[in-house]
């Protein structure tokens, strides 16, 4: 069975780092790219970026660039989002994700809530 | 890049159909056949229903489709059930990174 797991939720403070995680499990993890979606409080979905495990090949979404850093570790079929320094706009709900050839999700994680609040 | 422009709701009765339409560019939808469709229930993560305009995954009921014309992707919703009311958002490939609509809540009347 195909799994997406996530790290739990996390409350930071304005200008802390933070580095959440997604562990893949039931298929080759290298494979397919995973990719990472917010959804700030009662809005819509955006990209963020897709990462290759294979070769780390990485894309952002032009709005995320330089705001956010993804990477993978293959040897633990794990992808890490990562905030160097947090924004209270940072708060919001992110899931990652499997994407196919044809860019869409197969599969998705339970989502990791950020709360960024003095 | 800007997000595509889907209504902000639609509604309908049980057994009715609805359409969701979905706008982008020559750019994103216009240009690829990647168009994806995305059903989020509240407090839940969102859930493939149509990829590639037209394409449903295994489990997905018959009474969702896709279509796409010009700069336009289109989901229906036929024979509309209540556990359909949900938030349903479409997602087209844009040339190295891809695009969300903004949503349209479906409420089933």
């Known amino acids: 069975e195909v799994q997406l797991v996530q790290s739990g939720a996390e409350v930071k403070k304005p200008g802390e780092s933070l580095k959440i995680s997604c562990k893949g499990s039931?298929?080759?993890?290298?494979?397919?790219?995973i990719g990472w979606v917010r959804q700030m409080p009662g809005k819509g979905l955006e990209w963020m970026g897709i990462?290759?495990?294979?070769?780390?090949?990485?894309r952002y979404s032009p709005s995320f660039q330089g705001q956010v850093t993804i990477s993978v570790d293959k040897s633990i079929s794990t992808a890490f989002l990562q905030w160097s320094s947090l924004k209270a706009s940072d708060t919001a709900m992110y899931y990652c994700?499997?994407?196919?050839?044809?860019?869409?999700?197969?599969?998705w994680g339970q989502g990791t809530l950020v709360t960024v609040s003095s | 890049q800007s997000a595509l422009t889907q209504p902000r709701s639609v509604s309908g009765s049980p057994g009715q159909s609805v359409t969701i339409s979905c706008t982008g560019t020559?750019?994103?939808?216009?240009?690829?056949?990647?168009v994806s469709w995305y059903q989020q229930h509240p407090g839940k993560a969102p859930k493939l229903m149509i990829y590639?305009?037209?394409k449903r995954p295994s489990g997905v009921p018959d009474r969702f489709s896709g279509s796409k014309s010009g700069n336009t992707a289109s989901l229906t919703i036929s024979g509309l059930q209540a556990e359909d009311e949900a938030d349903y958002y479409c997602?087209?490939?844009?040339?190295?990174?891809?695009?969300f609509g903004g949503g349209t809540k479906l409420t089933v009347l």
């Open positions: 994700a499997r994407v196919r050839s044809g860019w869409f999700v197969d599969y």
């Open positions: 039931g298929y080759s993890f290298t494979g397919y790219w």
């Open positions: 990462i290759h495990p294979a070769d780390s090949d990485t």
């Open positions: 020559s750019s994103d939808v216009g240009a690829y056949n990647y």
């Open positions: 590639d305009v037209s």
């Open positions: 997602c087209s490939y844009a040339g190295s990174y891809t695009v």
